[in-house]
């Protein structure tokens, strides 16, 4: 980890001088949990959920993140994510690109040797993301409340190394995924999940559309929440 001597900060900006590490970001926590949801569930992960989002999905379940937070530089984040001792990270929020600062800490610790995940809600660009970091992009549906602040474009940035995913609250959703789904091919860019609202949709009955409809795209369930429920934190 390089040092921070002699850099400065002022108004939340770093001035020429001053280390990456020492740009700041709000911090709602850091948390060391199973991971519960994507192609990673179970794998014990290093959680750094970032304050602050632009949207105001029906179902979200972080509404504490949006705001308040604690403000932290990037070595700070770093150390906290070190004394856990993990190899998986995941950068989450709230939506964490609504923060400038969160490209370099996701550049950071990927420089670190962690293996890191971003969850965010697909509302925002996702160009600016480091290559070696799995991007976790949600695909509002109408549901949500959000769909129209869905970026379509991030689409044709995707790779096999990235993730698609839909939380779905009813058959409405269901229907209006599998449209999106067959339009943009999208289980040939990346692997897909769908995911049951917790809460609203039963997993048994998404299971069976699933199957019904030879759907290429794997049943997520949140496994956080069938280990703790809705405490934060877990």
């Not at 409340?145 to 779905?168: C, M, P, S, Y």
Request: with cysteine.
């Amino acid at each position: 980890m390089s040092s921070t001597t002699g850099s400065t900060i002022a108004e939340g900006r770093l001035t020429s001088s001053a280390s990456p590490l020492a740009a700041t970001l709000r911090v709602t926590e850091i948390f060391y949990s199973l991971q519960g949801e994507t192609s990673r569930v179970g794998l014990p992960t290093v959680f750094v959920r970032l304050t602050g989002c632009p949207l105001r999905c029906r179902y979200c379940d972080t509404a504490y993140a949006f705001h308040g937070g604690e403000t932290l530089t990037i070595e700070q984040v770093l150390a906290a994510v070190a004394g856990h001792g993990a190899r998986y990270v995941t950068v989450t929020g709230g939506e964490p690109l609504a923060q400038k600062n969160a490209l370099p800490l996701l550049t950071a610790l990927a420089d670190a040797g962690y293996s890191v995940s971003l969850e965010t809600s697909g509302a925002l660009d996702i160009t600016g993301v480091d290559p070696r970091v799995s991007r976790i992009v949600d695909i509002k549906t109408p549901g949500s409340g959000e769909a129209a602040k869905n970026r379509w474009g991030n689409f044709k940035r995707l790779t096999e190394h990235d993730e698609i995913k839909f939380v779905l609250c009813d058959a409405e959703d269901y229907e209006w995924a599998k449209r999106v789904l067959a339009q943009h091919r999208l289980a040939q860019v990346c692997p897909v999940l769908f995911s049951p609202s917790y809460g609203q949709l039963a997993p048994e009955t998404l299971a069976d559309w699933i199957l019904r409809d030879h759907l290429p795209v794997r049943l997520q369930i949140q496994l956080h929440k069938l280990l703790w429920g809705e405490t934060p934190g877990r």
